[in-house]
């Protein structure tokens, strides 16, 4: 490959990698798996070498645990604010339907008020079910930093790829 295309290659798909860092600062945009799309890619067409395949699978495997952590980190966090199994289960169906219904907004508006609104209806409580929504932020927020610190490591795994080709 021509080294004028060769840099190419690698500024388009650090541009694109950066394009998804950023969009890891907006809730909707799924930065991750633009940084996951970056490196496949790349790996299309600069070829997989061995050291290639075994750093795309970290990354895949990392994009995969980025796409999961909201709702894990969520369900956490609204477990110790005290909300119960059904709450999170049923908010997150609702956070779904949400977002199937009235993208890309539905889901971040369905989840937290669905669960505020069943844990009210389990507690009459409604000092009860802010605590179990504020865990549920908490969670949220705390999976905001870890996609962000996620997304910095796929693309340091990816630099590892392109320097050692």
């Known amino acids: 490959m021509p080294p004028w295309l060769d840099i190419s290659i690698f500024a388009l798909t650090v541009f694109v990698m950066l394009v998804g860092l950023f969009g890891l600062i907006v809730p909707l945009f799924p930065g991750i798996v633009v940084i996951w799309l970056a490196a496949l890619g790349y790996g299309v ?3 997989f070498t061995t050291l290639g395949i075994v750093l795309f699978i970290l990354i895949t495997l990392l994009m995969i645990l980025g796409t999961t ?15 119960s199994w059904v709450s999170l289960l049923v908010g997150t169906i609702a956070g779904i339907a949400g977002t ?17 609104l069943v844990e009210y209806l389990k507690a009459r409580d409604i000092r009860k079910a802010f605590k179990a929504l504020g865990g549920m932020a908490t969670g949220w927020g705390l999976s905001y930093i870890a996609r ?18």
């Open 69 to 83: 952590i909201d709702n894990i980190l969520a369900w956490v966090g609204g477990r110790q604010g005290g909300a």
């Open 45 to 47: 067409v600069t070829g």
């Open 148 to 165: 962000l610190a996620i997304g910095v490591v796929m693309i340091l795994f990816w630099g590892l790829w392109a320097i050692f080709k």
């Open 100 to 116: 199937l219904l009235w993208p890309p907004l539905g889901g971040l508006i369905a989840t937290p008020l669905v669960l505020l």
